[in-house]
């Protein structure tokens, strides 16, 4: 059975760092399109960042240059390194694996909250 | 970048009822679209990939059509189970600003 469980969220000041974790279950992370999303309070869903199985990575220019995805594939898992964060970085991050052109498995989300 | 409108933004229906949301790319985007589910609280699902694809275990109520940059999502006759936000995403990427549907 497919399951990631992320992990890493939490309250941050704006221009702090926070990385996120997703560990993977059921399945490879390094064999597999893997994504992050985002999901601000009350509002709609935003591509993040995706890492290919061949490990090209693609950004959201809104999260261009202060975020990095990556994995550990020893640990089976994927992270999302976010720097200089800013008070509309806050969201829940869910982790999500990609299959036949489309996200098709999702995390449960972690939040990240920035404030002062 | 590609960008991705939905219509309508909200909309209420009873149940039994036909509903059609419509999805717009701003450049042409082959078949690359998906359409998602997503209730308060919970990670979105997938309903239909590539356009017109029913994803595994999801009902036929549901269905896609379009390519290009004019995408349409039906469900065919309104459930209470249906009541949910619905995205439009090209890829595996961009997501439509979505659409509320409730229950009138």
């Known amino acids: 059975e497919v399951q990631l469980v992320e992990s890493g969220g939490g309250l941050v000041q704006p221009g702090g760092s926070l990385r996120l974790s997703c560990a993977a279950s059921g399945f490879t992370v390094s064999s597999n399109y893997m994504s992050w999303v985002r999901q601000a309070p009350g509002k709609g869903l935003e591509w993040v960042s995706v890492?290919?199985?061949?490990?090209?990575?693609y950004y959201a220019d809104s999260v261009k240059g202060r975020f990095t995805i990556s994995r550990d594939n020893s640990k089976n898992t994927l992270y999302l390194q976010m720097n200089s964060l800013r008070a509309e970085d806050t969201a829940v991050y869910y982790c999500?694996?990609?299959?036949?052109?489309?996200?098709?498995?999702w995390g449960q989300g972690t939040l990240v909250t920035v404030s002062s | 970048d590609i960008q991705m409108t939905q219509s309508p933004s909200s909309l209420s229906a009873s149940v039994g009822d036909r509903v059609t949301i419509t999805c717009q790319a701003s450049q042409d985007i082959s078949n690359y679209l998906n359409w998602y589910q997503q209730k308060p609280g919970k990670a979105p699902k997938l309903l239909i990939y590539d356009a017109s694809n029913l994803e595994t275990g999801v009902p036929s109520r549901f269905s896609g059509s379009g390519s290009g940059t004019d995408f349409t999502f039906t469900i065919s006759s309104l459930q209470p189970e249906d009541i949910a936000t619905y995205y439009c995403q090209q890829s595996i990427f961009t997501f439509g600003p979505g659409t509320k549907v409730d229950i009138k």
């Open positions: 999500a694996r990609d299959k036949v052109g489309a996200t098709v498995y």
């Open positions: 890492i290919y199985s061949g490990g090209s990575t």
